[in-house]
């Protein structure tokens, strides 16, 4: 190898071993990866949101607005609740006839659609402290002759399927009679009574009068009877959910205690209750 090729390429490597010095020296040291646990440990964790079922077709407890919202006293009581037990909920919309299956399934934690508190229903579900006194009331046309539950007894009853509406008719009338009309909601059972395909419905006191105010062309009015046990609106979690309902609890305690239930109770029905909801 000549003189001049062996300086130039001594020259030359001498350079490249300077710039490759200069490089490392400047370099940041790469940050040592995380280890899974650590990452764990260091990220904050995800709140857990409850979901709620709810049929949202029985004003003023639950129904859709314009604007497809989920409202009504049922969710203004649960949200209030909630926000005083530290939890977050959202709320689904779930046809009443499937709402007990997607509860006993675990696709809703929870379940608030004006569900009375029964022995049957506690047997595949545990059911909060009461919220709601409610009480069975008929409704008829104005110039219908009915004064007391057995005068139904000749007449065609709408009720919505699956409720206690459904079961009191159903043992006055009979479970195979082609008498009592079955449907969906409270609502569509009472647009049938408007066009005279029922003679009168059965269903909860708050929904039916809450139709009948706000529908006075329909000229119904409403009938009592004593014969007609009280019950208690409850929420539902899954048999056994322990933890998820002493939160609950807690959280309607709290808003009974601190007047937020009564508050919510008159935006919807006008007066304050006589006392708040007691266990039964």
Not at 26 to 35: F, I, S, V
Not at 70 to 73: L, N
Not at 96 to 114: H, K
Not at 239 to 244: A, I, Q
């Given at each position: 190898?000549?003189?001049?090729?062996?300086?130039?390429?001594?020259?030359?490597?001498?350079?490249?071993?300077?710039?490759v010095?200069?490089?490392?020296?400047?370099?940041?040291?790469?940050?040592?990866?995380?280890?899974?646990?650590?990452?764990?440990?260091s990220?904050?964790?995800?709140?857990?949101?409850?979901t709620?079922?709810?049929?949202?077709?029985?004003?003023?407890?639950?129904?859709?607005?314009?604007?497809?919202e989920?409202?009504?006293?049922d969710?203004?009581?649960?949200?209030?609740?909630?926000k005083k037990?530290?939890?977050?909920?959202?709320?689904?919309n779930?046809?009443?006839?499937?709402?007990?299956?997607?509860?006993?399934?675990?696709?809703?934690?929870?379940?608030?659609?004006?569900?009375t508190?029964?022995d049957e229903?506690?047997?595949?579900?545990?059911f909060?402290?009461?919220?709601?006194?409610?009480?069975?009331?008929?409704?008829?046309?104005?110039?219908?002759?009915?004064?007391?539950?057995?005068?139904?007894?000749?007449?065609?009853?709408?009720?919505?399927?699956?409720?206690?509406?459904?079961e009191?008719?159903?043992k006055?009338?009979?479970?195979?009679?082609?008498?009592?009309?079955?449907?969906e909601s409270?609502?569509?059972?009472l647009?049938?009574?408007e066009?005279?395909?029922?003679d009168?419905?059965?269903?909860?006191?708050?929904?039916v009068?809450?139709?009948?105010?706000?529908?006075?062309?329909?000229?119904?009015?409403?009938?009592?009877?004593?014969?007609?046990?009280?019950?208690?609106y409850?929420i539902a979690?899954k048999?056994?959910?322990?933890?998820?309902l002493?939160?609950?609890?807690?959280?309607?305690?709290?808003?009974?205690?601190?007047?937020?239930?009564?508050?919510?109770?008159?935006?919807?029905?006008?007066?304050?209750?006589?006392?708040?909801?007691?266990?039964n």
């Open positions: 190898m000549s003189l001049w090729t062996t300086r130039r390429f001594l020259q030359t490597s001498g350079l490249m071993a300077a710039a010095l200069l490089a490392a020296c400047g370099k940041k040291e790469a940050a040592a990866p995380m280890d899974a646990a650590s990452a764990s440990a990220a904050p964790a995800a709140a857990v949101v409850y709620v079922g709810t049929d949202a077709a029985y004003a003023p407890f639950e129904s859709q607005n314009e604007k497809g989920i409202v009504g006293f969710i203004d009581v649960v949200s209030a609740a909630a037990a530290g939890i977050e909920v959202k709320f689904v779930t046809p009443w006839e499937g709402i007990f299956n997607a509860l006993g399934q675990g696709d809703r934690d929870l379940l608030v659609s004006a569900i508190i029964t229903r506690k047997q595949t579900m545990d909060s402290s009461p919220y709601f006194d409610a009480q069975q009331l008929i409704a008829v046309k104005d110039d219908s002759k009915v004064g007391k539950f057995d005068d139904l007894k000749k007449l065609k009853v709408g009720v919505q399927t699956g409720t206690t509406g459904d009191v008719v159903t006055l009338i009979g479970k195979t009679s082609t008498a009592i009309k079955r449907f409270t609502p569509l059972a647009k049938e009574l066009s005279g395909g029922v009168a419905v059965v269903a909860d006191n708050g929904v009068i809450h139709y009948v105010t706000n529908n006075t062309g329909a000229k119904f009015k409403t009938v009592a009877d004593t014969s007609f046990t009280p019950e208690q409850g979690v048999k056994g959910n322990t933890e998820l002493e939160k609950i609890n807690k959280g309607l305690a709290d808003i009974k205690a601190d007047g937020t239930y009564a508050q919510i109770y008159s935006k919807y029905f006008g007066a304050a209750p006589a006392a708040p909801a007691a266990s």
